[in-house]
């Protein structure tokens, strides 16, 4: 007789509420001596308040059993550019902090409202946007994405745009590639199955392994916006159906 499916295990609603009540209580805890950073350099109140992000994937490890495994660091160049990444989960915009130093953000700028994490947040000179001013927004993008490449900042964005259900794929939007083309940066794009292990809603977390795949640099020069969304967007779904596959990868310690 055939043996049966192995059923991946769907994770316990207990460690996940212990997951969420950790993590909020520790932003909170936190968020008060970050926001007395302030008047410290940027790279001093960066790799302070970036510990909680750090702090929280190790929690989720211990709590829930979710590790990680990444292969590619080895295309990260040394200049700083912009990542594009695909995005289901908040996983990932914690982990990748840990591989792309120092790092900044294209987000809603509704974030930034959140006590103490959204207030903490921005210290770290995000992009906030209102994704409803339309062109602004785009002018917004590249006028204070130039400026924090010069900074030698990585500029991280989410194509997607919203977290997208894992398996599932999402309308890639412009913005970040629109700023590559204009600064000249190279993207390196970013492909991971983190919302099959952290959902994008519910508290349950599944306990395994999140593939992350990081692919070598796409030189900008000569390509169009579109061009480069287009290369950026095949190589992540080409990526997709092999990430749940079991392969050998270096194993990264983010908290090292």
Request: proline letters at 7%; aromatic letters at 10%.
């Amino acid at each position: 007789m055939a043996d049966e499916p192995t059923v991946a295990p769907r994770g316990s609603l207990l460690r996940g509420l212990v997951f969420h009540l950790g993590m909020a209580l520790s932003a909170c805890l936190w968020g008060i001596p970050s926001l007395l950073t302030f008047p410290l350099p940027h790279g001093m109140r960066y790799w302070f308040i970036t510990r909680w992000s750090l702090w929280t994937i190790w929690w989720l490890r211990v709590t829930n059993g979710v590790r990680w495994e990444v292969d590619g660091l080895e295309n990260i160049p040394a200049q700083a550019g912009v990542v594009m990444s695909n995005h289901q989960s908040a996983w990932e915009t914690l982990a990748l902090q840990g591989w792309f130093k120092p790092q900044t953000w294209v987000l809603k700028r509704e974030l930034m409202w959140i006590p103490f994490f959204g207030w903490a947040l921005s210290l770290l000179r995000p992009i906030a946007i209102n994704r409803r001013a339309g062109r602004s927004a785009a002018r917004q993008v590249i006028e204070q994405g130039r400026a924090r490449l010069a900074a030698g900042s990585w500029v991280v964005v989410f194509p997607e745009g919203t977290r997208i259900t894992a398996g599932h794929k999402g309308r890639y939007r412009l913005g970040g590639a629109v700023l590559a083309c204009a600064t000249g940066a190279k993207v390196v794009p970013v492909a991971h199955n983190a919302g099959e292990f952290w959902p994008k809603e519910g508290f349950r977390k599944r306990p395994g392994c999140i593939q992350v795949r990081i692919g070598k640099p796409i030189e900008t020069k000569g390509l169009k916006p579109q061009q480069l969304l287009a290369q950026v967007e095949a190589w992540i779904e080409a990526q997709m159906p092999r990430l749940s596959q079991p392969h050998d990868t270096t194993v990264s310690s983010l908290l090292g």
